[in-house]
């Protein structure tokens, strides 16, 4: 268990940020340097029935059985190896800040970066603890390399530790799960499992197993580009059209008002011209109904602006991204019941919150494999604020084998 510091601080500096640019997968080759590192650490600690995808960027490998315990279901464990395009992750330079004072902390004295606890009141909740920081110029990636680093410290410790009772564990490790491809090429029969979890959330205690349902929208605006000394009556301007449709939305169903299970509409992008626009949305809500509804609010709203202004004016693309794995896990309750009583037989506080976006778990499920999410000791992920706890992410490696110990049935 004591490795899981020492292959983090290795990991994230490793470069894997993938790309939504790319149409290859994985989105980038760098996510295989990470992934080679993985297949040989895993190969020296004696795990078994090792596959690199070398096409695709995935490995898996087996912990077997403790000898008697061969029928006991096949529990896997997944992380994401790549991390999120929104910073650089080139040149991360991760240092422990040892007994953190719970004051606002200095990540890069000469350009000024520092984390404030009026930014983020939470930091005082790990006054004492060991925190895992960057110089603020870089991501951390602890989103998701904590996870991969507490899973191969559990699958170390019970490879070393064979008296532990456990039926066959799995271990997946996945690219382009923060361009929502995680799942993509995952080979759902090859892993083998009866039951998984994604290790790939936040705070200690935390687990989830309800998730946005979600969709992509592109709304095409075709305009009609005039001098504008002789616009009048002929013009019409596909960018302030695009802003039309947009002040037709529900002002509050914005993700900048919106929380817990309160779904929103998010305008990612908008680019274009006078001739044509082009605004780039994602739809998310966790009750499918709402989502439904949603959905429907788009197709409406074009089809009132095409009245407007002409047939074929908008376009309105849709496109669903995953659904809320609640629907899948309600049936497999075990795998939450099994993890709040491990947590409070080590002293943690379950927090069972819902996933304000989604993750590999959710696509998996409705691939024939339940698999909720369990947290990494992570926090403010995609930013260069992002920071992880080492004690805590020492404590879930421990979870990671009590869960294990759970399914150790004959």
Do not use: W
């Amino acid at each position: 268990m004591e490795r899981v510091i020492e292959n983090f601080l290795e990991y994230v500096t490793i470069d894997t940020q993938s790309s939504e640019e790319s149409s290859s997968t994985p989105s980038t080759a760098k996510q295989h340097d990470l992934a080679v590192v993985l297949e040989r650490q895993l190969r020296e600690m004696g795990a078994e029935e090792i596959t690199y995808d070398k096409e695709h960027c995935y490995v898996y490998a087996t912990v077997p059985a403790s000898a008697g315990y061969e029928q006991a279901p096949v529990l896997g464990f997944i992380a994401h190896m790549d991390t999120s395009p929104a910073v650089t992750g080139t040149g991360v330079k991760p240092r422990i800040v040892e007994s953190y004072d719970g004051k606002d902390l200095v990540l890069h004295q000469e350009k000024q970066i520092i984390m404030k606890v009026s930014d983020f009141p939470e930091l005082t909740s790990y006054q004492g603890k060991r925190l895992i920081v960057t110089d603020g110029t870089t991501i951390l990636g602890a989103d998701d390399k904590a996870g991969v680093a507490e899973i191969m410290a559990m699958a170390e410790y019970l490879l070393q530790h064979k008296e532990i009772p456990h039926g066959r564990i799995r271990i997946g490790f996945t690219p382009d799960e923060e361009i929502g491809a995680g799942a993509d090429y995952f080979d759902v029969k090859l892993f083998g499992a009866d039951y998984a979890y994604t290790v790939d959330g936040g705070r200690l205690g935390e687990l989830e197993y309800e998730n946005f349902n979600a969709a992509g929208a592109k709304v095409k605006v075709h305009g009609r580009s005039v001098h504008p000394g002789e616009a009048k009556d002929k013009m019409r301007n596909a960018i302030l059209m695009a802003q039309e449709f947009q002040a037709m939305l529900p002002v509050f169903e914005n993700p900048m008002y919106t929380c817990g299970y309160e779904g929103f509409y998010h305008l990612d992008q908008l680019h274009g011209t006078v001739e044509e626009a082009v605004a780039e949305y994602i739809i998310r809500d966790h009750d499918r109904e709402k989502f439904e509804r949603k959905k429907e609010t788009f197709i409406r709203i074009g089809e009132y602006l095409n009245r407007k202004y002409g047939e074929g004016t908008f376009v309105i693309e849709l496109k669903d991204s995953y659904y809320n794995m609640k629907e899948i896990i309600e049936k497999h309750m075990h795998l939450v019941e099994n993890v709040t009583a491990a947590m409070e037989e080590l002293g943690i506080e379950p927090v069972v919150v819902p996933i304000r976006g989604g993750t590999d778990g959710a696509r998996l499920s409705f691939m024939g494999l339940p698999c909720p999410n369990l947290c990494t000791g992570g926090q403010n992920f995609h930013g260069r604020f992002e920071y992880a706890c080492a004690d805590d992410m020492e404590i879930i490696v421990k979870l990671l084998v009590r869960i294990v110990e759970k399914y150790g049935k004959k």
